[in-house]
């Protein structure tokens, strides 16, 4: 019998050492259940004993010892055993007494089935008032709104079947806890819950945990246990510990799933568990706003657990600030900061230049800086612009930082404004005298007192990192990366050089150089060379003969030579740079760096440049608009152009603008031959720029020959430029030269038509428009010449009569591009991350041969090398990057990759130091360095393949 009911109901069949042994595997899980286990034990032996009394007459020993515990226990239980205990003692009874007694048994045994009914309808009961304070808790807005009415009757209904289901355990449970000397006070209200919670689970398995649970978090579904509540208090006040959260874990039907995959695998278990906790407070919350004392006992428990709380109900309708910045901090992690793109490449970025958009700009380079550190920061980089302050800037403060330079055996004092805008910290480095003076004009004055502006400018800015501290903190010398731009901080790199890393400072930071126009540059005359304040032998560098200068200082040659990567703005400039017609007496210097040489197409800042929220077409009856309103929006910001500048309201008349400085460069002149042709035309042409005085007249002159047709603005107005891009059909650039370009590209994204000489980046930009197969940007022509013009201008002009949707079709292609500085952007990482590897090399192979040498200085070069990099370098995988005669050529380690070109090298039990001595010795090298990519190990540590 024992085994048929220990069959069928595991938990009696169960020996005490093992539901021990069960219950505590369980308290290890669950904290909570430590409080229980003692009781738990004891209603083990009330349930071996109901079980051996009803199962096994003869085990007569067991009978008895649990006739005694149920006497301890309860009243009812009492009567009913001593006559158990008569009946066993006379062995001579009739078989009525028998009878009796096996009815009084029945009893027995029907009483305490009745307790356990009862005990397991008053844990559905507490069930259901968990859930409905679940419900409550969840339905915020209808219990805040007050009508309450029926949850209250429900809620007091409930709370006096509680009270009366209690009544029926009272006598038991008050008499059983009386009975247990170390039974703890506080424990004594829940100790019938426990015994319902035993009793529930008669008849169950309870090696299955689920017994044990709801569809909450077992610490929570215990909410009853006041020693349980006291736990969840302090988990909650407190950071979950370890353990818990292990449990949680491990426990299936505990499982809190992450929401997101846990990136920061600590915060989102902690954030998840600040949730439950929140929702746990929550419940007990609405449980003490519902329920009036007195309570039940473990009513009461919550009551006090709640009023505990009290100070955080408030927080409880809305979750605590804390739980939120978990949360949020949690999530905006996950969500708004990704890692930075540029992963393990990050690094400390200082682009340097003359001018910055918008604080100043005369043309493109303006624009450049202002916008290029923005993207560099969205990549994840420490980014920071120096610019000279040639004016208040509103949004730059004082840094507080003081430092004096000697430039031409003048002394001046250098202060430092700063700001810091989307991602970016921008540094404006001050000095009246030179920079404050050239507001209007920022490249005015004689040759002398511009080399000098720019000698003071480049040498304050090297120290930048040093001096100024951005958010507290400077920038420093380590993985740091100068780009310089154009003559004007051509000087920087070799600052960089001669001041600092040929001293042994600043040894790992790199320059890279980036060419916006070389027509422009700081050519004079080799006197000048003590401005510059360098050491004697640096003049070679300076010096420069050819046919247009003879021999001369040429501060845009030194910089070429000295930085150690060179940008230009298109990869077609970057081929004209070789030339001697597009080299402008450097293509010898810029052959000899091809090596160091890579074209990145300018992006355009889509903040400022975008139809859709461009501020300059929000009043005077401009519009902004999209792709998809481009056909009302650009006409109307046609017929605003054209009120502005009165000009014939037409929408049926192309409108051509021109935007750009008025010089030999942008071809204007080419505009003005072909000027007779057009005004024969149907057309609308507006002219904006300033520059050369005699360009500036010829605008004027075409304006008032040609009224009702032309319209010249001189000057310089971002406004007008930005309404003239929107409101126009068609930009025509017949530049001569163009290193990239930003208009064609700002044209573009606003859906007007560019017609370019192809050169440089407008031939890179602008793909010729092909009307069988409906493809192309706009119109080009091959040769700077006023016929070519005209011819590519008429083509236009006829697609934009007479085929209409083939000018929609280039309208939104153009609109279409991704014309962002994110690519860009990209590009030029990969070119600072060469600048910073490069230089590896010499040092790692400039090292003597000697065996001790290289082993004491090993370290040193890796820990540098290391630094530099910015991590842990090498291990599995390496680049090795070598350079054969000016000639950009990238080997590998021979067998291991295809040479001549970028190679995976897996490189196999061989030290990094034995890779480049092997190369180097069988005289295939003559510069190059290293790249590293991922893996963990070291340099200088045997390489192993995987
Ligand atoms: N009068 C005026 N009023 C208002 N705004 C005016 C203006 N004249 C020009 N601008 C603006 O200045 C910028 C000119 O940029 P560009 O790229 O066309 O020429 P720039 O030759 O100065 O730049 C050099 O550097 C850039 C950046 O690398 C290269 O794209 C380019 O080919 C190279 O010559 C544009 O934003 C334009 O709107």
Partial sequence: ???????????????????????????????????????????????????????????????????????????????????????????????????????????????????????????????????????????????????????????????????????????????????????????????????????????????????????????????????????????????????????????????????????????????????????????????????????????????????????????????????????????????????????????????????????????????????????????????MVVAPRYGDYAEAKDAGVRKRYKVHGQDLEVTYFQAYIDGVDFVFIDCHHLFRSREKDIYGGDRLEILKRMVLFCRAAVEVPWYVPCGGVCYGDGNLAFIANDWHTALLPVYLKAYYRDHGLMKYARSTFVIHNIAHQGRGPVDNFVTLDLPEHYIDLFKLYDPVGGEHLNIFAAGLKTADRIVTVSHGYAWELKTPEGGWGLHGIINENDWKLRGIVNGIDTKDWNPECDVHLSTDGYTNYSLETLQTGKPQCKAALQKELVLPVRDDVPVIGFIGRLDQQKGVDLIGEAIPWMMGQDVQLIMLGTGRPDLEQMLRNFESQYHDKVRGWVGFSVKTAHRITAGADILLMPSRFEPCGLNQLYAMKYGTIPVVHAVGGLRDTVQPFNPFEES?????????????????????????????????????????????????????????????????????????????????????????????????????????????????????????????????????????????????????????????????GRLGSPLRSS
Avoid at 76 to 98: C, F, P, W
Avoid at 191 to 216: F, V
Wanted: glycine residues 6%; aromatic residues 6%.
């Fill in 1 to 383: 019998m024992a085994s048929s009911i220990g069959g069928s109901l595991p938990f009696i069949s169960e020996t005490k050492s093992e539901k021990s042994l069960l219950l505590r595997n369980k308290t290890s899980r669950f904290p909570f259940f430590r409080n229980l286990q003692r009781n738990s034990l004891k209603y083990t032996c009330l349930n071996s004993t109901s079980s051996s009394s009803s199962s096994s007459p003869s085990s007569s020993s067991s009978s008895s010892s649990s006739v005694v515990r149920l006497r301890k226990n309860s009243k009812a239980v009492r009567a009913i055993g001593k006559g158990l205990e008569e009946a066993d003692n006379d062995e001579e009874s009739s078989e009525e007494t028998l009878q009796a007694n096996i009815e009084k048994s029945k009893k027995v045994l029907a009483v305490q089935r009745d307790l356990l009914q009862q005990i397991a309808e008053r844990r559905k009961l507490v069930s259901s008032i968990k859930s409905s304070t679940v419900d409550l808790a969840e339905d915020d807005t209808s219990y805040e709104e007050g009508d309450n009415s029926i949850l209250n009757a429900r809620i007091v209904d409930d709370k006096e079947t509680v009270e009366n289901q209690n009544k029926n355990v009272t006598a038991f449970s008050s008499t059983y806890a009386q009975s247990t000397a170390e039974q703890k006070p506080e424990t004594l209200p829940s100790t019938a819950n426990r015994i319902g919670e035993s009793e529930s689970n008669y008849g169950k398995d309870l090696s299955k945990e689920n017994d044990w649970s709801d569809p909450l978090p077992s610490f929570l579904s215990s909410m009853p246990e006041a020693s349980t509540l006291k736990v969840e208090k302090r988990i909650d006040l407190e950071e979950p510990s370890q353990e818990v959260v292990n449990d949680q874990k491990d426990t299936p039907e505990n499982e809190i799933k992450p929401s997101k995959p846990p990136s920061d695998k600590g915060r989102t278990v902690s954030g998840t568990f600040a949730r439950s906790s929140l929702n746990a407070v929550k419940k007990e919350t609405t449980v003490k706003k519902n329920w009036s004392d007195p309570l039940p006992p473990f009513l009461s428990s919550i009551s006090k657990a709640s009023t505990l709380r009290d100070e955080k109900q408030v927080d409880l309708e809305e979750p605590s600030p804390q739980v939120i910045d978990d949360e949020k901090a949690g999530g905006e992690r996950d969500e708004e900061k990704p890692p930075p793109l540029a992963g393990a490449n990050v690094m400390n970025i200082i682009l340097v230049a003359a001018e910055c958009a918008p604080w100043s700009k005369t043309g493109g380079l303006g624009d450049v800086a202002g916008a290029l550190p923005k993207a560099l920061a969205r990549r994840g980089h420490r980014v």
């Fill in 776 to 936: 192309g940007l706009g119109w080009t022509f091959d040769s700077a010449d006023a016929n070519k013009l005209i011819h590519a201008l008429g083509n236009c002009l006829y697609t934009y009569r007479d085929y209409k949707k083939s000018w929609e079709g280039l309208q939104r292609r153009g609109m279409m591009q991704d014309l962002s500085w994110d690519k860009a952007a990209q590009n030029y990482e990969e070119v600072l991350v060469a600048a910073n590897s490069f230089n590896v090399w010499p040092e790692v192979l400039g090292r003597g041969s000697k065996k001790r040498e290289r082993t004491s200085k090993r370290k040193a070069e890796r820990e540098s090398a290391e630094r530099q990099v910015g991590r842990r370098v090498a291990g599995l995988q390496a680049f090795v990057l070598c350079l054969e005669s000016g000639r950009r050529c990238i080997y590998t380690v021979p067998g291991f990759a295809p040479p001549g070109e970028w190679g995976l090298a897996r490189i196999r039990d061989q030290s990094w130091e034995r890779v480049i001595r092997r190369r180097s010795g069988d005289g295939t090298i003559d510069g190059g360095g290293i790249v590293i990519r991922g893996g963990r």
